[in-house]
């Protein structure tokens, strides 16, 4: 079956890197995505990836992907507390079905 | 532009009841995906319609049906509500056919079951 995990916290200073890990079990993601949830609003696109890609940077953002162990992260450069939010990993098949992990609460301490 | 809107924002039934959720995709955009968030849990796929078609199905029971309808629209219907249905059940809109899957995600209907 399908399966996405992530760590369900992370605590980091403003600031510093964060670095938020996924792992996911369907070698069929042709897209992995990372998805944001602030407190009392939907969630957005943050930013995604494509499955024969092996990193991508997006200003503060990278991904990495090594498809092979099915592995996922997003780096958050010189975090801020405004990048505290639930960050979910994603991965799809491009317009169809998208499974989302339980997400990884991010706090970020002044 | 309006995004994703769905209705109601909020809403409160018994067990054994039903309940209608409706979901107005992004302008532009042809396919509709239903996801039950549990509290403090990610969003669970139910299913995805287009063209008026369930297209693909997670793993919920029958009790949860959907309808789409020629403007785009669309509705999750839930018979027989239990308890362990209350959720945030969220939209999603997307462009149908081959491209990046964004979803553009509405705000969500609380259910709640007592």
């Known amino acids: 079956g399908e399966d996405v995990e992530q760590s369900l916290f992370l605590s980091v200073r403003e600031g510093d890197s964060s670095v938020i890990n996924c792992t996911y079990t369907?070698?069929?993601?042709?897209?992995l995505y990372w998805y944001k949830q602030e407190p009392g609003a939907g969630l957005q696109l943050l930013t995604y990836?494509?499955?024969?890609?092996d990193m991508k940077q997006d200003q503060r953002l990278t991904v990495l992907l090594n498809k092979k162990d099915k592995h996922l992260s997003l780096r958050i450069a010189d975090t801020q507390t405004g990048d505290s939010a639930i960050y979910f990993c994603?991965?799809?098949?491009?317009?169809?079905?998208?499974?989302f992990g339980a997400g990884t609460r991010l706090f970020v301490k002044a | 532009d309006a995004g994703v809107t769905q209705s109601p924002t909020h809403l409160i039934k018994t067990r054994g009841q039903q309940v209608t959720l409706r979901c107005s995709p992004k302008?532009?955009?042809?396919?509709v995906s239903w996801y039950q968030q549990a509290l403090g849990q990610g969003p669970q796929f139910i299913f995805q319609?287009?063209?008026?078609?369930?297209?693909q199905r997670g793993n919920f029971p029958d009790r949860f049906s959907g309808h789409q309808y020629p403007n785009y629209s669309s509705e999750l219907n839930v018979n027989a509500l239990l308890l362990g249905d209350s959720a945030l059940y969220l939209c999603a809109s997307s462009l149908g056919g081959a491209n990046t899957g964004e979803l553009f995600f509405g705000e969500g209907s609380r259910l709640t079951v007592l």
């Open positions: 994603a991965p799809g098949t491009g317009g169809f079905k998208t499974i």
């Open positions: 302008s532009g955009h042809d396919t």
């Open positions: 319609y287009y063209e008026e078609e369930e297209r």
């Open positions: 369907d070698s069929s993601s042709t897209y």
């Open positions: 990836i494509f499955s024969n890609m």
